[in-house]
């Protein structure tokens, strides 16, 4: 297939960009069409050849009895590329940049393709899901239509019955004033009662039946609006908060948008049938009438599911988040932060109409020494279409500020219980009006708990408290979690650890990497998997032999990771999560010169070392190490140059790399030879640097 067969395939996005692209005179279309195959075989556009296939084409169209049109626009397409004699060369670049620009847009329309399949195939249990979902929301349109069309028709059948009632009852008066013959009107009187039943018998079945239409689409509705809220949303919210903390989760809300709308659609239709019932019953009833005792019932019904769906429509779409953070839920006093409201019901008339307003701790607890904040800029906005680029409406908050508010005796807030300030959990929430075709509603929600911090030194155990938080929690406004906070089990910590480093880079951690972790927390043992871990063990104590505590020692080589390892770590030559007794175990049974990197257990900022393994005259392996890199070493000179670079005395004082393979195989050029600067070599490191650390 060739590439403008592949074009003409895509969908209409793509195609109107093909059509943009071939808007410009300077190479039309109906050439790259019809001349497809020959100016992809190739490699160079000859500019006589050209010339040649042009002619042919238009002796094609005559032939063919093709339309004049085309055999004109031929002619004249070959009198403008006849201008490029004196330039063929230009004019080949040009026909060139056109593939090249096709080619973006086939790249464009595969990656967005590859995108949707990942959203879509998650996993086969979410695409039954999703199927099961649009198979109830089908119904629920097919409902809706059936209604309509059923409406429709039970208007028509009452007009008929009012208009023969009325005509029966004026021609009724008038025979009262004429006396004649009088047991024929008697019987004509009594054939036109018994038809004007049987109609009002039909009107009666007709009312019984849309009613009857009418409660089976509420049932349905419900059953498809707590799948969406008790299910789909409870999920994404579950989703969100993982992702808060690094968890590679989809979270966007397109698909959960287009139910949520579709839903309210189908309900506001209802409620429009219902008001054209109100006027049909207002026109025509009669004794036993089904619309007065059942529309009451059904409007009260439909306006609960109504007001239920809205008020879960409005979400916290992106949690507070402030620049050069650690994440999400982190604040700081006087620092901007921005957080993202959606509302998941998408109506056009109301673009810019519905205020967002925001405050903070509605509901604080009554704790003394509860410290109390106010939120600074403009925290109140419109929902609006523009702020998002699948048009949903959202208010998006991206310069709010929180100051602490003094308390009574003038000093700010301290509190007195047992909790610290980063084990202080913060609610913000956010409310608006939704006032649309007769139905008003309230609508509020709320961010996940926040750490509000006051310096930067805080970030660390801040974040902390997040990923407990987010790692163990269920209930988004347990702002007294940290009070009696649950333990965590050793799969739940492991995961979560791995999530940091794929966040902050592009690569977890293995099950060794996190073996020695577990080894280092809960010592030796033959499974992890019931082992459990403490808050405070978390985050609190210190390590054992150590002045940190354990996230303080995770965190510093995170960061270190981050800002001066992250293409070996990404690379895999960074073992880094192994001890110094199973580095020696590893590293006896390889040949000399092989060597490993490791991460310190001694500093809390991060350090990274490398031992190697070397063999006496007599055989015996010798496994060596030198004092850890910490940042400010890393600063100075890269980790790969330090490797290039390394050497050590051995005989007659000579220097040598000890360096030659990376574990568990791999030349050691052949593992960092691309993070070499330009320079044959640099300072070397000989006698720097204590050795056997």
Known sequence: MTQWEQLQQLDSTYLQRVDELYSREVFPMDVRHYLAHWIESQDCILFQVLLENLDNQHSRFVQEGESFLLQRNFRRFKTTFQSYQEQPCYLASTIKWFLDKEREILGSAMLAEQVKMLQVQQNSMESENQRHIDKKIANLRSQVQEMEHYVKCLEEQQDEFDFKYKTHMMEGSVNVVVLCAGNTNEKEKNEEMKLLQELLNRLDASRKILLGKMGQFLDSAEELLNTLVGEELAEWRRRQQRACIGAPEIVCLNQLENWFTVEADCLFQLRKFLRKVEELFGKVTY??????????????????LLVTLLKSAFVV?????????????VLRTNVQFSVKTRLLVKVPELNHVMKVTVMIDRDAPQVKGYRRFNVLGNNSKALNMAECTSGGMVADFRHLTLKEQKCGGGGKGINDGSLSVTEELHIISFETMFEWLGLSVKLETSTLPVVIISNSSQQQSG??????????CSDPKNVAFFASSPVATWPQLAEMLSWQFLSTTKRGLKSDQLNMIAQKLFGKQQNYDNCKIPWAKFSKENV????????????????????????????????????????????????????????????????????????????????????????VDLQQIPFSEILRNFQILVAENVPENPLKFLYPDTPKDEAFGKYYSQKSGGETLTNQLPIDY
Do not use: H
């Not at 089904?290 to 609960?304: E, G, M, N, T």
């Not at 779409?317 to 620049?323: C, L, V």
């Open 544 to 631: 054992q032999n150590g002045s940190f505590s354990f996230w303080a020692w995770i965190d510093g080589i995170l960061m270190l990771v981050k800002n001066y390892l992250e293409n070996l770590w990404n690379d895999g030559c960074i073992m880094g999560f192994v001890s110094k007794v199973r580095e020696k175990v590893l590293l006896r049974r390889k040949k000399q010169g092989t060597f490993l990197l490791r991460f310190s257990e001694s500093c809390k900022d991060g350090a990274i070392t490398f031992s190697w393994v070397e063999y006496s005259t007599e055989g015996v392996p010798n496994v060596r190490s030198v004092q850890p890199f910490t940042k």
């Open 463 to 472: 974040w902390a408290s997040v990923l407990w938080f987010n790692m163990l």
């Open 287 to 304: 004794e036993g009438d089904p619309f007065k005792p059942q529309k009451p019932i059904l409007q009260k019904r439909v306006d609960s």
């Open 317 to 329: 779409e992106s949690q507070p988040t402030m620049p050069q953070g650690k994440g999400p839920q």
